[in-house]
């Protein structure tokens, strides 16, 4: 599953704002979608580090 999200104003600092506010994702998911390399922006794997 894709989920696709378009920036129009500045309201979040990071990506992980955004996934549990738009997307209602868990600290847990987002620890397990980060952890394995499945979060991505302008299709592009993000450096977490």
């Not at 506010?21 to 979608?33: D, T, Y």
């Not at 979060?39 to 993000?46: A, G, H, M, T, V």
Request: hydrophobic fraction near 40%; include cysteine.
């Amino acid at each position: 599953m894709d989920l696709k999200y378009c920036v129009i104003d500045n309201k979040y600092f990071n990506v992980k704002d955004v996934l549990k506010s738009e997307f209602k994702v868990s600290g847990r998911l987002f620890l397990k979608l980060r952890n394995n390399n499945h979060i991505f922006l302008n299709r592009k794997n993000i450096n977490w580090k």
